[in-house]
């Protein structure tokens, strides 16, 4: 296991292996300016906060010619003497750049208690933006979680499904240019007994 901060994002960050790994694999990330938590994944063997050294125009052809450059020439990388997260991936030093990940949001287990209901609404909460929604029902909780083909918001922002069982679990996966991801609205029913 291994932690570090990122001070441009304002992360804190610990890597670790999951259960079913030998290796690291799994982030916990708390951003400490907005003071709410999440999770990545990572192949990274360690990660650390490191300083980045200058480089000079000359120093650059260790990292290929102009057109195989693929970090902008303004990018911090270049300036040196900046704190920056890195990590170790086998014997070479990366940095964590690039485009980013899909997001997701997931629930924990939503239930009527000892009842059967149905989800048959969802209303995504995010900020300048929608999102896909996909759900997974089970009837006992020693069932497989297994999420369906996730469903898109129409012109009012509401996901329309169906999905009848004891425990559902939804995920939420935003879409557009959307900056917060808060959570759903949803719409669930308690079913009677035959």
């Known amino acids: ?20 790994s030998a290796t690291v694999d799994k982030l916990i990330i708390y951003n400490f300016q907005t003071q709410k938590w999440s999770s990545g994944t990572t192949t990274a063997d360690r990660i650390a906060t490191t300083s980045t050294p200058a480089v ?18 303004d990018s911090r990388l270049w300036l040196g003497g900046r704190l920056q997260l890195a990590g170790v991936n086998g014997t ?8 980013n990940a899909t997001a997701y949001l997931e629930t ?5 208690p000892g009842a059967t209901s149905a989800i048959t609404m ?18 006992l909780l020693n069932e497989t979680v297994t999420y ?8 009012e922002n509401r996901v329309s499904i169906r ?6 679990r939804l995920q939420l996966s935003p879409t557009g240019s959307w900056s917060t991801a808060i959570g ?5 029913n308690g079913l009677g007994t035959r």
């Open 92 to 99: 070479k030093i990366v940095t964590f750049t690039g485009a």
């Open 56 to 73: 000079t125009l000359e120093g650059m052809d260790a990292y290929g010619n102009l057109d195989t450059i693929m970090t902008s020439f």
């Open 122 to 139: 969802v209303k995504p909460l995010v900020d300048n933006g929608s999102a896909n929604v996909a759900v997974a029902t089970r009837r």
């Open 1 to 20: 296991m291994s932690a570090a901060v990122d001070p441009a994002k304002k992360l804190i960050i610990w890597a670790y292996a999951s259960k079913n």
């Open 163 to 168: 999905s009848v069982g004891r425990f559902h």
């Open 108 to 112: 924990g287990d939503i239930e009527v």
């Open 184 to 188: 759903m609205d949803i719409e669930l």
């Open 148 to 155: 369906g083909t996730a469903a898109s918001s129409d012109s």
